[in-house]
């Protein structure tokens, strides 16, 4: 179950789950992250104890999780799930963490940790957006697949390219990946553009009455690294900012839910140029619950799952 952020994925899963006898699979970068309930949309308590879930809230947001951790976590709870007879349905809008599990990751060098070190200190030095400048000087394939304010993917580049003198990215080229051992059948949400940045925009709202600023504030008070991926959430950075009286609320709002959209629309990228599975199921409106147009929309899916086999 793939497609941008707000798309109505997680209700949709849930309704599968329930449904088809299901576990549903956490494979988004954030949700993994215990502190960030709100922020992330991470299911509610009532909606996990409908069907089973996995890989939610499971990492200290001081631990960075990666996509070969997660990888390694996922194929464990799918075979947990087959081993209870249920269905694994994985359930994010992580391209790279989808991607890593179907097509498998190739084995990179181990990196001595002078190095580490060093692109630590570069990012604290310069800031991301300078050290994806520096790499792209050096390394321009890694570098143009990177976003330049992805701090953590950007030091690591860097920190393989001082190890071994060879970019991320041809290590990935030249070494061999390990598919996953399953058959995917991928379901793709990918709504128009208007109705998601109004979900988008709706969504935060909601957030913001259920709690965000306080739960910003809980892991403001944690004192972790501004690097960390789960300080770089989005709604973490603008409602620190309004916590610090820089900016207010309704500006941090607004830029919560402009960086919201243009992630969207890189997932919406990612996700048309990436296969997750030998068939792609697409839909093209959100999905919410209750909803009448909704219910057509997974009878359609369920009938197209039995002809899949």
């Not at 359930?91 to 599990?101: D, E, F, I, K």
Request: hydrophobic residues 50%.
């Amino acid at each position: 179950m793939a497609g941008p952020t707000a798309s109505g994925k997680s209700a949709l899963a849930l309704e599968l789950a329930e449904t088809l006898g299901g576990v549903v699979i956490n494979a988004d970068s954030m949700q993994v992250y215990r502190e960030l309930q709100v922020l992330t949309a991470r299911p509610t308590p009532a909606e996990e104890a409908r069907v089973p879930h996995a890989l939610f809230g499971v990492r200290s947001a001081a631990s960075p999780a990666s996509a070969g951790w997660w990888r390694r976590e996922a194929l464990a709870a799918m075979d947990a799930a087959r081993a209870a007879q249920r269905v694994p349905i994985l359930c994010g809008g992580t391209g790279l963490y989808l991607t890593a599990l179907v097509e498998g990751l190739a084995e990179l060098p181990p990196v001595p940790e002078e190095f580490r070190k060093e692109a630590k200190a570069l990012l604290a030095a310069l800031g991301p957006a300078r050290l994806h400048a520096k790499l792209a000087a050096v390394d321009p394939d890694t570098a143009a697949r990177l976003h330049p304010t992805d701090s953590q993917r950007i030091t690591r580049a860097w920190e393989v390219w001082r190890a071994t003198g060879t970019g991320l990215a041809a290590w990935q080229a030249r070494a061999a990946a390990v598919p996953a051992p399953w058959h995917f059948i991928a379901i793709l949400l990918d709504p128009p553009r208007p109705s998601l940045h109004a979900a988008i925009a709706a969504r935060f709202a909601g957030m913001l009455r259920n709690g965000a600023v306080e739960e910003v504030q809980a892991l403001l008070a944690l004192g972790l690294d501004p690097a960390l991926p789960a300080m770089r959430a989005h709604g973490v950075v603008e409602l620190s900012t309004f916590l610090s009286g820089r900016i207010s609320l309704a500006d941090a709002a607004r830029r919560t839910v402009l960086a919201t959209c243009q992630y969207a629309k890189r997932q919406v990228t990612w996700f048309r140029h990436h296969h997750l599975g030998s068939k792609v199921y697409t839909i093209n409106a959100r999905f919410e619950q209750d909803q009448q147009n909704s219910r057509k929309t997974l009878a359609d899916l369920l009938n197209f799952l039995r002809q899949s086999g």
